[in-house]
């Protein structure tokens, strides 16, 4: 299983990115898909997740109206879009998978597999 976030960068406040995510490796059809962010010295933070081929998404509270998760089944990619960025955005963002049930999707141990993590660096 190989997954690949791309698309951070340095952006100023209220600026938008879109982060990608590529998945390979393996049918991902039942499984669930995930968006976190670490910053330097805090626990890695759930944004969003969603079952690979379901059409309900679950944000965390600190990005829900900010942040939307879209996926691109034909091409295996998994996208966050980020609206109003503020520097509290700032930190290391990961996609991953598992398959848990919903009441663990907040959870980082829900997941098994990791990309490597793309930094996005929001300047006030």
């Known amino acids: 299983v190989q997954l690949q976030a791309s698309g951070g960068g340095l952006v100023q406040a209220g600026d938008s990115l879109r982060l990608s995510c590529a998945a390979s490796?393996?049918?991902?059809?039942?499984?669930?898909i995930a968006w976190f962010r670490q910053a330097p010295g805090k626990e890695r933070e759930f944004l969003a997740a969603?079952?690979?081929?379901?059409?309900?998404?679950v944000y965390g509270d600190s990005v829900k109206g900010r942040f939307t998760m879209s996926r691109d089944s034909a091409k295996n990619l998994v996208y966050l879009q980020m609206n109003g960025l503020k520097p509290e955005d700032t930190a290391v963002y990961y996609c991953?998978?598992?398959?848990?049930?919903?009441?663990?999707?907040?959870?980082?141990?829900?997941?098994?597999?990791w990309g490597q993590g793309t930094q996005v660096t929001v300047s006030s």
């Open positions: 969603r079952r690979w081929s379901g059409s309900s998404t």
């Open positions: 490796g393996r049918t991902f059809v039942n499984y669930v």
């Open positions: 991953g998978t598992g398959r848990g049930p919903t009441s663990t999707w907040s959870q980082p141990r829900a997941y098994n597999d």
